[in-house]
């Protein structure tokens, strides 16, 4: 429940702040927002008030385009702001969470030296938010870094100022320096060639040939969805979810992949996440009956083979694929 109730910001104040974060190179998507009796998605549970988008895509509506951010807050004018991390806007976020962040970010830093000077913001909780430069490649979000410490790079997204949280208060920035460049001992932490630890599985699939193109290309895209999931942040949590469960439930509209093993692969990686289990089966179950209306199959196994060869560098040809939700 939102508490303090400091007065609403002008709504023309939002879209001017979200059309200079656009500006500057930042995607930005709106978020729900904060109420006196709750969070704007009406959710009676929600565990994300103020923090999760409001688009049917969420993350993957993040736009620079002005037209698109004014049609937004046209439409949501009290929105809370969000911006992208990762490679689209060359951002990489230390997300310091009251109370074991503090600690552990002065444990990291006796131990490998100081971070420099960077972008911060302060959180409407309390909490801070480092910004520093994206060093390109491919950085996964990582939840629970270290106690109290969240990374948000790539696939994840922030709260800015001056959006407001569920406690009343507004995020607000710290100085007006640009993110500095990471410290290579805390690139070497995030450890970039990992991938999310998330076991792999078995493809219940329906009608294609066992090690066809076809039937690997649909148990790439479990796995995938499976390590969004596993890798989603707090705040985007049951929204990544809630698109996984879309995107496989596609799948299992076309009869690629049954429609019960998807669910219970997605519940269990869904577990470690946090969230709670009446949540993510709710989510689960709405994410799968959209899919199922909205069925799509894998590309020709030609295509599929073109695209890995271009995955593997051997030559620049352009990406094929199903368009996602």
């Known amino acids: 429940m939102l508490m303090g109730r400091p007065d609403p910001p002008d709504p023309r104040h939002l879209v001017e702040v979200a059309l200079r974060y656009a500006e500057h190179g930042w995607p930005v998507l709106p978020l729900h927002t904060p109420r006196p009796r709750g969070c704007s998605c009406t959710a009676t549970d929600c565990r994300s008030a103020g923090k999760h988008p409001r688009t049917s895509r969420g993350l993957h509506d993040a736009s620079i385009d002005p037209d698109q951010v004014r049609t937004w807050w046209t439409r949501w004018p009290d929105a809370n702001v969000g911006v992208a991390t990762g490679a689209s806007s060359r951002l990489l976020v230390l997300d310091i969470d009251l109370p074991d962040g503090p600690t552990s970010l002065a444990r990291l830093q006796a131990d490998h030296g100081a971070l420099p ?7 409407g909780s309390g909490g801070r938010q480092l910004l520093f430069a994206h060093p390109g490649g491919t950085v996964a979000n990582r939840a629970r870094l270290l ?3 969240d990374l948000r790079a790539d696939g994840g997204y ?8 569920a406690t009343g208060s507004r995020y607000q920035w710290v100085g007006r320096i640009p993110p500095a460049e990471a410290p290579g001992w805390l690139l070497a932490l995030l450890d970039r060639s990992r991938t999310p630890d998330v076991p ?29 999931v596993a890798t989603a942040v707090e705040g985007s949590r049951n929204d990544t979810l809630n698109r996984a469960a879309f995107n496989l439930g596609q799948l299992a509209g076309a009869g690629l992949v ?7 692969e997605l519940e269990k990686v869904a577990v470690r996440t946090g969230l709670g289990a009446a949540e993510i089966r709710r989510t689960i179950a709405s994410g799968l009956a959209a899919g199922l209306k909205q069925p799509r199959t894998p590309p020709p196994a030609a295509a599929i083979r073109q695209m890995r060869h271009s995955e593997s560098g051997a030559m620049p040809v352009r990406r094929i694929g199903a368009r996602r939700r």
Not at 117 to 123: F, G, I, K, N
Not at 258 to 264: I, K, R, W
């Open 117 to 123: 000077p960077t972008c911060e913001q302060r959180t």
């Open 147 to 149: 106690p109290g410490i």
């Open 158 to 165: 922030i709260v800015v100022p001056p959006s407001i949280h």
């Open 200 to 228: 792999v599985v078995e493809v219940a699939t329906r009608t294609l040939p066992t090690g066809s193109p076809q039937q690997r290309y649909v148990a790439a895209a479990l796995q995938r969805e499976l390590a969004s």
């Open 258 to 264: 049954d429609q019960d093993h998807v669910a219970a």
